[in-house]
């Protein structure tokens, strides 16, 4: 479940900040926007643990704060770095289906787009790469990438970014008018193992969805977010925030 719940805890953190709101039940909930339907999953490993701490202090520790450790433990066991996590987070007690909706990057949304989105939550182009690392674990549906396979852009063509080895196996796995649900690894080196594979993918044409793969490969990205590529193994930040330098 590590992936899934990282993904959880940034699904929550972008709409409304870090307030557990994504957890609220109700038809109007961000359990049910549109990246979150049929997608997120872990609710039921935060509701045990939540029970499990109010049976020995009732009333003291929210979901909010159980969520961002739950995430940080996450890395931290499958291989990650450790950080210290402040706590005292509120929990919310709306939900905000239609910010869900609309703040949260889609797989198939331009870097542009992307860079506003976390702009508008206080986040730069260094956390726009930092924070898509997190796909170095876990999952993708075909429904998620299956655009770059076949048809890309109406160009009647696959995406050109995406390496031709891959690119053959994906289209296997995920044919036109195929299972949408079909799930394929977002790191093909590293599935659950938390390392800097996702970026060295990216260098080769390797990343499963689009809104990895524009990171580097992008015309956008030549004045963005490509430089933190090439000057990566001379930045000490980024190492610390993306990649262990000894792996580079």
Not at 105 to 124: A, H, M
Not at 216 to 244: C, D, P, Q
Request: charged share 20%.
């Amino acid at each position: 479940m590590a992936a899934s719940l990282l993904r959880l805890h940034f699904h929550d953190c972008f709409v409304n900040g870090c307030d557990g709101s994504i957890l609220l039940d109700g038809e109007d909930g961000e359990k049910f926007a549109i990246p979150n339907r049929n997608s997120a999953r872990g609710y039921e490993v935060i509701d045990t643990i939540k029970s499990a701490v109010e049976s020995e202090c009732s009333g003291v520790v929210s979901c909010a704060d159980i969520l961002t450790l739950a995430a940080r433990d996450s890395v931290l066991l499958s291989g990650g770095r450790l950080w210290k996590v402040l706590l005292g987070r509120r929990d919310g007690l709306v939900a905000n289906q239609t910010g869900a909706n609309t703040a949260l990057p889609f797989p198939s949304e331009s870097l542009e787009n992307i860079i506003t989105k976390f702009v508008n939550v206080g986040l730069n182009i260094t956390d726009v790469v930092a924070l898509s690392g997190g796909h170095t674990i876990g999952l993708a549906k075909c429904a998620a990438f299956s655009n770059r396979l076949f048809d890309f852009n109406g160009t009647g063509s696959p995406d050109v970014t995406l390496e031709t080895t891959m690119l053959s196996d994906l289209q296997s796995l995920c044919p036109v008018n195929g299972d949408g649900n079909r799930t394929t690894a977002l790191d093909r080196n590293s599935t659950d193992l938390f390392d800097n594979h996702y970026f060295k993918n990216l260098l080769v044409g390797k990343a499963l969805l689009g809104s990895d793969q524009i990171l580097y490969s992008s015309e956008a990205a030549v004045t963005t977010t490509k430089s933190l590529f090439l000057s990566g193994k001379k930045s000490n930040n980024f190492h610390r925030i993306v990649v262990a330098e000894e792996d580079m």
